[in-house]
């Protein structure tokens, strides 16, 4: 009753009230109010999303003041010392690895930047699952790292809470959480029955309650206490959570939460009857803890119903069941359900059940700064741990779940102490592991390698989406987490029945994935699983591995290793076991997943390498050790034949299996350990049996014979050969491998590191990536090791990046020093390394270009032999490989075959015989004979070789070989056996098997074969072991396998007499691959010199071998000499000469080739030489452009044109124009330009700003309006020029063709279905010829030579004549032009003009689409392809000649095109500007009665702009005389604008000045050509109107403080009339092709007025130029000065202010720029990446800058879409006329927009190692790139981006 009154009343009184009673000593009637009036407020029955309960709460607990005070408050008492800020995915955030203990360690960009990271190696970050800010924990980061904040412990020093301050928050907080859980017990229902959405739904209901909570733990430190309190007190739990016995919904509501514990263990109550059981059978199986096998019948997962499990037994036979195991753990809290006893528990209970919400994961977050809150929530985290993966596997969304999962874990686990804690307490490790073993339990298939049909061993099957979607990463990742401690792992590695199941986990994944061999058709369907295995192996198996090795680096840790050593091979003779093998492996399988061996291997190697251990200690029986050779090799081998492609009908996916085995992030967790595990057998196994199985494995057995002719019953022929050279090259990597053997772990690291660079220059960040993780970190400097940027520079130079003139950008590279090329290139390591053979062959190309380029050795190089570092002692043996006598027999054959000529040898397998030969040589036994001398006699092949030192059997001579070949082979002899051994080699074209001497061969009669022997040797082995494997029946024999197809000859043996020794083969080798007869004199050992030897080809590798032999041996050198003697006689030199001849003839014909190969390509060249000049865009000033074709010397007739399609050459007609290939785009480039020569800063902070007043474009604007106001619109188009901002740009590649055949071109793209970069409807197409982007045809003028004579004359008619001439020729009416093709086309290409802007661009007059208008339009193109041709050359005429601008620019015809359009409209005679220039008007009565406004004064009239409407108004062609003409008298003009502009800076008192001293010169004889005057006579007459100088008079005197000298307003008149004069040169050059000379910058006004005829000759240097020396006079200077000065003042009485705008105005422009950047790129990233767009308010998720005018706009934003069109296009058309250049802020590339394409662009902001970071993955610091953002510029200033970049798409309105 009571809590309905308090309801009615204000919220904040009664709160006050309430407060008032509880702090009362006797609070029990404040309580029982409270109580009431929460039993109503909070009533879970009402909806959530009433917020009426909200603000209750509020307010109560504020206590009475208003809530946002209460916070202000509470947080005035926050201590805490942790940051803690929690953020969520995409979020950016730092890592430091110089600060950070644990790996995992972040920072926010605030204590980042408060922190001193300066020369730390950090890297800013994207957040992928979220995380928190780890300032201020010791545990996680260095102190020195801090931030000053969290450094200082501010947080320490705050006083106690006042208790009454948070008295509400206890009495209110523990209501409003239960609410809000039985809110969240109520929503719940099971994922089955329901939708996704339905959660979604509760939670969104629930948002405001959450995010209160989450506003509560920001109050600081004070409120977390408080709620941690809360969270965790169990008795509030138990009185709240049942709620009172009367409340019915509480009862129900609290059954639902029971029901929906049920079932959150493990195993459900049913299932635990049924396991008793099994788990016995389990035990029985394979001692404790092992996993027994049930049969497969039971349900896959705990939760299946029954009605599952039938349909499982029903499956149809040939799918592969589910295998179900049962665990016996010790731990039964891991399996059974959860009990919670405070609020906490159940919190994080329905987080997990709703899928982890993001809200409640920060909430939870949010609380870790409390220690006592973050060890209880570690509990529960651990408790629940089970229960996640559960929930984990059903959900639909696993990767949202995964991530959030793991934001919460690594906050938890990455804290040392804090999981050592958990791991005593709550057995973190068991529940860890266990939980991980029941997850891949739940998908687990009947292995099939080996023994298929009785196979006891269970796999992962990679299919399953818990595999394919990586689920299992979170829990693999904590594990791997808590591993990297090392109190956490100790207690792993002590725990033996742990390390069982762990064991028993990794051989869940040993022989995954299999691959069997399709022998007859194409597989269907390629699966891709193999992805998942690798990551499986690689996250599940090889990186908890890695984080164990960590803590066995040291003597004390020998015993872990020793268990784990145990237990590994413990696990693997249970896994042979279980699949049943025996010895052999089965054909055509395999499978690249062999954890278990690899966990032997790694710890076997660091046993020996870091903790001292005995090797044999270590190592099994030999059986044991010739079984677990057998995979690893099988891999070898298999790799091998992939490359072979004997594995094609597997499809693509088996080479990407191959290539990912050998891959950078692989190699070390599978290559390395399994070739490292071979060698470890290799050095402890017989090495005949060894050497044996290898050739045996690789297939090549029957390949190894002295016959020509052998059959291969496995192999095809053509896979003999790279099957030969995969077996031999696998030889030498195992034998000459060092990493695990010995190499420290800088030398590994160099030598990784050499062999990268050797195959490729390599940026930094993609040589991190590509160098193998362990055993060298990369993060954080391991104490004693060398760090990568120390070896870096060690062994390599840094490029830094250049520019192509192409315009390709390069990235800072790598490329190995000249020594390393020489002393350390190591062809092994690279073929180890190489995922793409291609990189093999790479890395030989650089090593040939360095021999050649350094002279040390011209011709093909081989690879080169590298000296090894020596063996550690425990892996001596390995060195037996190469002294056993099958090698010999192996290598003697194969030397023997190359040098017969037999078919699939090749120089590579050579090559790899020699590398075996000389490693050998180097690595000699030390071990003395005498035990192994007496049991030769029953070998049968030891009359091969007497021993097995390979020094002493180099020398050994073979007389007789038997082999068994088919009949059909040239060895079957019918006649006796050949008297002589040159006769025996001529027959030698191909030999078979190896066998005993001729007098053997007698007694014994049996064919040695490798296999025979291998056989015998694995007897001997086992029968040493006394185990019963003698009685197992071996599978079919070796003789069986002879069962070839069809019927293949018979075999015959045969006897082969050899008579060679290795040293005398290798002799005759040398002989042949030298070519000559007697390349070894007898004496060559002598003079011997040895230093040449390291680098050559395969003689100095044989010369090489002779002489190690020879140093080493006196038996070996004498033998050489011998044989040196024997083999060269002195031959008569007759014999020579038919081969000598031959070669000449040879020689000579290869010259002759050649001179006609280049005689070709001299032509082609000259040819292409035109195209390529145009078409690269490189400045060659020498060659004149190819567009000045109507403007050469005196032509013939006519001008010719070649027509690029068809070929043809010819004039250009009426009826068949010819066209240049031209790109019309519109260019506001004009219009961004600004006064002053710095470029605008780009805005980094809130107080700047770029205001675009000061452009070119807006200025012209304002001017245009200004004039619209005052003066008739007619006239005011005519006086200025538009096209500033939108004008029409038009260049040319230079390449002309037939206009219809460019329409017929057109069709042909139109048809063709081929993605193009282009739209062909738009009428763009590449030009034939070189490909430039264009997409127009500009028509060519039938061209009239002979008048080109006329022109050019010079004249010497009076000045008054050719004015009167000049108006006449204005008065001629334009013709039009006859209907021909010629003039269609012309008309279409001005509809192409004016479709290429935009409306806006054009329209500028009062009245749109009148001919005015038009008329604006086109001479405003003209002026606009002028001015932009200035700014290419430079913004002046210096330089002359032609620039690459030039070659571009195609005025000529572009000016024919506008005049023949132009001349359509005359000009009213009454109007004609030409009169008023040159005549002094009679009448002024005309302006009287003119209802109009009046004209445009001369002085407010565009000069430039008037030339080309002359020009383009006149009869084309212009006599030069007339165009000079007109030239002179716009000059008068623009002088007298000059003076009236000067005028008025000056003060009143220097015009008074001025004024009369210049009025005493107006008598004299040249007062017309003298400044003083006229400026005299200016000021006089504008003074007749006050105004016109009146205004801002103060501002005048303001700015010129210095006094106006003669020169300084001489400089001042010429810089005023020098855009001018510059623009009129151009013009002239353009259509008279004079030529433009160069000149210094100081006498370009002089060299202009020269060039224009303005004056007869420059001046002297001594003598300054007068500008006014250059003015002519047709009528009286004065008299014409005076109207043009009355014809302003006649104005002004309207507006002062603007006349003397319009009068003022400066021509002079600077270079158009680009933004200025700042040289940090993270300066523009941190004020732009979180800024609010202007228009929609919203932080963008992909902001862009505009680096033109510093716009910052939406990519792609649907918020700022207009009309369809998205931000970024929108913008490019307002501020480009269609051309953008976006800076993306989160990707710190550059993207250009032109038109409908968009082409990504790269990057102007380079790291510290000259390399692009897009999308800011590496995150590390970016430095502005001058050279790339000039060339940026140059592009966008050059209008050439469409033909530099290639890559363009259609960005369809959504950029």
């Known amino acids: 009753m009571m809590a309905a009154s308090l309801l009615r009343r204000d919220k904040k009184a009664t709160a006050a009230h309430l407060k008032a009673d509880l702090n009362r000593t006797d609070n029990s009637s404040g309580v029982r109010q409270l109580q009431e009036l929460l039993d109503s407020v909070l009533n879970p029955e009402k909806p959530a999303a009433d917020t009426e309960a909200l603000d209750w709460c509020k307010c109560l607990i504020a206590g009475g003041e208003g809530f946002e005070e209460f916070c202000k408050t509470v947080r005035s008492y926050d201590n805490a010392t942790l940051c803690g800020l929690v953020w969520t995915a995409n979020f950016v955030a730092y890592r430091c690895r110089t600060c950070g203990i644990s790996p995992c360690m972040s920072l926010c960009a605030e204590c980042f930047n408060n922190g001193d990271h300066t020369g730390h190696d950090f890297n800013m970050f994207r957040s992928q699952a979220g995380g928190a800010c780890d300032c201020g924990d010791s545990n996680v980061m260095r102190e020195s790292g801090f931030c000053r904040r969290h450094r200082l412990r501010t947080g320490e020093n705050v006083p106690s809470v006042p208790r009454d301050l948070l008295l509400m928050s206890e009495m209110v907080l523990p209501r409003f959480i239960i609410c809000i859980i039985q809110y969240l017990r109520d929503g719940y229902t099971e994922p089955d029955t329901s939708t996704e959405r339905d959660l979604q739904k509760v939670l969104q209901q629930l948002e405001p309650q959450i995010s209160f909570l989450e506003e509560l733990t920001k109050m600081g430190g004070a409120m977390r206490t408080v709620l941690t309190k809360i969270l965790t007190n169990q008795q509030t739990f138990k009185d709240l959570s049942m709620g ?10 609290y059954d639902k939460y029971l029901s929906a514990l049920k079932n959150s263990g493990l195993v459900s109550v049913e299932e635990k009857a049924q396991g008793g059981a099994a788990d016995v059978a389990a035990g029985a199986e394979g001692g404790a803890g092992a996993l027994g096998l049930l049969g497969t019948s039971a349900p896959g997962s705990p939760d299946e119903s029954n009605k599952e499990e039938d349909q499982d037994g029903g499956q149809s036979v040939g799918q592969r069941k589910r295998v179900k195991l049962s665990s016996t753990t010790k731990d039964p809290s891991i399996i059974e359900s959860l009990k919670h006893k405070c609020f906490l528990e159940e919190l994080l209970f329905w987080t997990i059940k709703y899928e982890f919400p993001q809200k409640m994961v920060t909430f939870l977050l949010n609380m870790l700064p409390d220690q006592d809150y973050k060890i209880t929530f570690t509990k529960t985290f651990v408790q629940h741990y089970a229960f996640i993966m559960k929930t984990l596997m059903k959900s639909h969304e696993s990767d949202t779940m995964s991530n959030r999962i793991v934001h919460i874990s690594v906050q938890l686990f990455s804290n040392e102490e804090l999981a050592r804690h958990v791991t005593e307490e709550c057995q973190l490790l068991d529940i860890m592991v266990t939980v991980l073993l029941y997850m891949m339990e739940s998908c687990l298939i009947k292995s099939e390698l080996q023994d298929e049909e009785n196979s006891r061993h269970v796999v992962v099957n990679c299919g399953e989406a ?22 956490v792992a100790k207690k792993f590695l002590e725990d033996h029945s742990l390390l069982m199941l762990w064991m028993s986990f990794v051989s869940f994944f040993q022989g995954m994935n299999l691959n069997k061999r399709e022998l007859n058709e194409h597989v269907e369907f390629e699966s891709q699983t193999y992805y998942a295995a690798f990551a499986a192996e690689l996250e599940a198996c090889a990186q908890p591995m890695w984080g164990l090795l960590t803590h066995c680096k040291v003597k004390e840790t020998q015993e872990y290793t020793k268990t784990v050593v145990r237990y590994c091979l413990e696990t693997l003779q249970i896994w042979f076991d279980a699949i049943g093998f025996i010895d052999e492996p089965a054909p055509n399988q395999v499978t690249f997943h062999l954890p278990l061996h690899r966990y032997y291997a790694m710890f076997l190697s660091k046993a020996v390498k870091c903790q001292g251990l005995d090797l044999d200690s270590l190592l099994p029986d030999q059986e044991m050790l010739m079984k677990i050779m057998v995979h690893p090799l099988q891999i070898q081998a298999s790799l ?13 996916q088996i080479k990407g299996q191959a290539m990912t085995y050998v891959q950078s992030h692989f190699c070390n967790s599978m290559i390395d350990p399994d070739i490292y595990l071979l060698q470890v057998c290799a050095s402890r196994l017989d090495p005949d049996y060894f050497i044996s199985s290898v050739f045996e494995r690789f297939k090549v057995v029957d390949l190894l014979t002295m016959a020509s002719q052998h059959q291969n019953a496995v192999l095809d022929s053509e896979q003999e050969r790279p099957m030969l050279e995969g077996a031999l090259t696998f030889l030498v990597i195992l034998t000459s491998l060092r990493i695990h053997l010995g190499m420290a772990d800088d030398e590994i690291l160099r030598a990784e590191m050499v062999s990268q660079l050797c195959m490729n220059d390599r940026t930094h960040s993609s040589l991190l990536d590509l160098i193998p993780e362990n055993p060298n970190p990369k993060s954080g400097i391991v104490p004693g090791s060398c760090s990568f940027e120390e070896m870096l520079s060690a062994v390599a130079d840094f490029k830094a990046p250049v520019f192509e003139p192409g315009g390709s950008m390069q990235q800072g590279m790598y490329t190995p020093k000249a020594e390393v090329w020489e002393k350390e290139f190591d062809p092994i390591m690279v073929v180890l390394r190489t995922v793409y053979r291609r990189d093999v062959q790479s890395a030989m190309d650089r090593y040939s270009a360095f021999l050649k380029q350094s002279g040390i050795h011209t011709g093909n190089p081989w690879p080169p032999y590298k000296e090894r570092t020596p063996l550690h002692p425990c892996y001596k043996g390995l060195v037996k490989l190469l002294h056993c006598k099958t090698l010999h027999i192996v290598i003697f054959t194969l030397l023997y075959k190359i040098w017969m000529d037999h078919q699939n040898m090749s120089e590579h397998v050579l090559c790899m015989v020699l590398y075996l030969i000389e490693l050998g040589l180097d690595n000699q036994v030390q071990d003395d004979k005498e035990d192994e001398e007496p049991c030769i006699e029953e070998h049968c092949h030891d009359s091969w070789f007497p021993g097995t030192n390979l020094l002493s059997n180099l020398h050994h001579v073979i007389n007789f070989v038997r082999v068994r070949v088919p009949e059909t082979a040239p060895e079957v002899k019918r006649e006796p056996p050949p008297s002589t051994s040159s006769e025996a080699s001529s027959f030698g074209q191909n030999s078979r098997r190896l066998t005993g001497n001729w007098r053997e061969n007698l007694r014994e009669a049996q064919v040695f074969s490798l296999v025979a022997e291998r056989r015998r040797k694995f007897q001997e082995i086992i029968n040493r072991s006394n185990t019963e494997a003698t009685q197992v029946v071996r599978p079919k024999s070796s003789s069986t396998r002879w069962v070839p197809p069809g019927t293949p000859p018979q075999l015959v043996t045969e006897i082969l007499e050899i008579r060679e020794s290795m040293l005398s083969l290798l002799i005759k080798l040398h002989q042949k691959l030298s070519a000559r007869q007697n390349s070894l004199s007898a004496s060559w050992l002598e003079d011997m010199d040895t230093s040449r030897h390291a680098h050559g080809d395969g003689i100095t590798a044989i010369e090489r071998i002779l002489t190690k032999a020879a140093t080493r041996s006196r038996q070996s050198k004498r033998s050489i000499q011998e044989i040196c003697g024997k083999v060269c006689p002195p031959v008569p030199p007759k014999k020579n000469s038919p081969t000598d001849k031959k070669t000449m003839d040879k020689e000579e014909r290869r010259q002759r080739a050649r001179e006609r190969q280049q005689k070709l390509l ?18 060659s000033p020498d060659a004149e452009a190819a567009m000045d074709l109507g403007a050469s010397e005196v032509m013939e007739s006519e001008v010719l044109y070649d027509c690029v399609i068809c070929g043809q050459s010819g004039p250009s007609t009426e009826d068949r124009p010819t066209g240049l290939v031209v790109l019309l785009q519109a260019s506001s480039v004009l219009g961004h330009r600004c006064k002053s020569e710095e470029a605008k800063k780009l805005p980094t902070s809130d107080e700047e700003h770029i205001y675009p007043v000061d452009t070119c474009g807006v200025a012209h604007d304002v001017r245009l309006t200004l004039m619209q106001r005052f003066f008739k619109d007619s006239s005011c188009l005519q006086s200025v020029s538009i096209g500033w901002d939108g004008g029409v740009y038009v260049q040319t590649c230079g390449h002309t063709l037939h206009i219809d055949c460019h329409k017929s071109y057109m069709e042909s793209l139109r048809n063709d279905q081929v993605l193009q970069g282009f739209s062909v409807d738009k009428g763009e197409f590449t030009c034939p010829l070189c490909r430039q982007f264009a997409n127009s045809v500009l028509p060519c003028r039938p061209g009239r030579g002979t008048e080109a004579g006329a022109w050019h004359t010079p004249t010497n008619k009076k000045t008054c004549v050719l004015v009167k001439e000049v108006e006449d020729l204005q008065e001629q009416l334009g013709l039009f032009p006859t209907e021909s093709n010629l003039s269609k086309e012309m008309e279409l290409v001005i509809k192409d003009i004016k479709n290429t802007t935009q409306k806006k661009y054009m329209d500028y007059g009062k009245n749109p689409g009148s001919p005015d208008n038009d008329f604006l339009f086109m001479y405003s193109v003209a002026r606009t392809n002028l001015e932009l041709e200035l700014v290419h ?21 572009l000016f024919h095109v506008l005049a023949m359009h132009m001349r359509l409209y005359s000009i009213d005679s009454a109007y004609n500007p030409w009169t008023r220039l040159t005549q002094v008007s009679q009448s002024r009565e005309a302006d009287g009665f003119d209802e109009e406004r009046p004209e445009v004064p001369m002085l407010f009239r565009d000069v430039p702009s008037l030339l080309i409407i002359f020009v383009l108004t006149m009869p084309q062609p212009l006599r030069k005389e007339h165009f000079t003409c007109v030239v002179k008298m716009l000059y008068n003009l623009q002088y007298t604008q000059a003076l009236a502009a000067l005028s008025a800076k000056f003060s009143p008192e220097e015009r008074q000045a001025w004024s009369t001293s210049g009025a005493l010169k107006k008598n004299a004889a040249n007062a017309e050509k ?19 100088y009146k205004v801002n008079t103060e501002e005048t005197s303001m700015l010129s403080s210095s006094v106006w000298s003669p020169q300084s307003i001489e400089f001042s008149l010429q810089q005023f009339c020098l855009p001018f004069l510059r623009l009129s040169c151009l013009l002239q050059h353009h259509l008279y092709g004079d030529s433009l000379t160069g000149c210094l910058e100081e006498e370009e006004f002089s060299s202009l007025a020269v060039c224009l005829g303005l004056i007869a000759s420059a001046p002297q240097p001594s003598n300054p130029m007068h500008s006014a020396s250059c003015l002519e006079w047709a009528v009286s200077a004065f008299d014409l000065v005076t109207q043009w000065c009355a014809e302003v003042t006649g104005v002004s009485e309207t507006q002062a202010e603007q006349s003397l705008t319009l009068l003022v105005e400066d021509p002079q422009w600077a270079a158009p720029r680009l933004l200025q950047l700042p040289d940090n790129y993270n300066i523009i990233f941190q004020y732009y990446h979180r800024k609010a767009c202007t228009a929609c308010k919203k932080v963008p998720k992909d902001p862009a800058l505009c680096l033109v005018c510093g716009a910052f706009v939406c990519l792609k934003g649907l918020c700022c879409k207009q009309q369809g069109i998205c931000e970024c296009v929108l913008h490019s058309q307002l501020c480009g006329a269609a051309t953008g250049i976006f800076l993306l802020i989160n990707a710190s590339v550059i993207i250009i927009i ?5 082409c990504l662009w790269g990057s102007v902001y380079l790291d510290a190692h000259g390399e692009e970071d897009r999308d800011l993955r590496r995150g590390k610091p970016l430095f502005l790139c001058e050279e790339r953002y000039r060339v940026l510029e140059q592009q966008w200033v050059s209008h050439t981006f469409d033909h530099i970049n290639k890559r363009w798409g259609p960005h369809y309105n959504g950029l």
């Open 1162 to 1179: 001299a032509e082609f060249a000259s040819r292409q030489k035109s195209f390529m000049e145009t078409a690269m865009d490189v400045e």
């Open 640 to 652: 091998s034949e992939i490359h072979s492609n004997m594995w094609v009908r597997n499809g693509l």
């Open 1570 to 1588: 003298s400044f003083e005057a006229l400026l005299s006579h200016v000021i006089s007459e504008l003074s007749k109107d006050k105004s016109v």
């Open 1794 to 1798: 032109r038109g409908h394409r968009f």
């Open 1433 to 1453: 050359r430079g913004g002046n005429l210096c330089s002359g000649g032609a620039s690459a601008a030039a070659k571009r620019s195609c005025l000529n015809q």
């Open 244 to 253: 009172q016995e009367e409340n019915l919904y509480a009862k129900n509501n």
């Open 466 to 487: 818990l595999l394919k979607n990586n689920t299992y990463w979170p829990l693999v990742s904590d594990f791997i987490n808590i591993l990297s401690h090392q109190s």
